[in-house]
């Protein structure tokens, strides 16, 4: 069975940083799009970022230039760095990985991810 394991969230004040850390277990990580998403309260989930097997990366609008994806295929482990935190990016963070075979195309959808981590909160305040 596929598990993912967030860590490294918590509260920073706006502009701090936080680096959000995503292990995956009973499966090797290599093949997999790993994506990450968040869902604030009152909204629906929504795409943040996402990084291929070549490490090829894919960001929203909202976080570009702020957040950025890697990977550590020995460790199985992802990593979603966020720098420039501003208020609006409190939310639960989810990771998530697909089955091994998806296209690029598909990486902004949720459905396109077949496996969850159970979130982890960040929180931006001052």
């Known amino acids: 069975q596929v598990q993912l394991v967030e860590s490294g969230g918590g509260q920073v004040q706006p502009g701090g940083s936080l680096r959000l850390s995503c292990e995956i277990s009973g499966h090797t990580l290599p093949n997999r799009l790993m994506g990450w998403f968040r869902q604030a309260p009152g909204r629906e989930r929504e795409f943040v970022a996402c990084i291929r097997r070549d490490r090829a990366t894919s960001y929203s609008d909202s976080v570009k230039g702020r957040f950025a994806a890697s990977r550590d295929n020995a460790k199985n482990t992802v990593y979603l760095q966020m720098d420039t935190l501003k208020p609006e990016d409190t939310a639960v963070y989810y990771c998530?990985?697909?089955?091994?075979?998806?296209?690029?195309?598909?990486?902004?959808?949720?459905?396109?991810?077949?496996?969850w981590g159970q979130g982890i909160q960040v929180t931006v305040s001052s």
């Open positions: 998530a990985a697909d089955a091994g075979s998806s296209i690029w195309s598909a990486r902004y959808d949720a459905s396109t991810y077949k496996f």
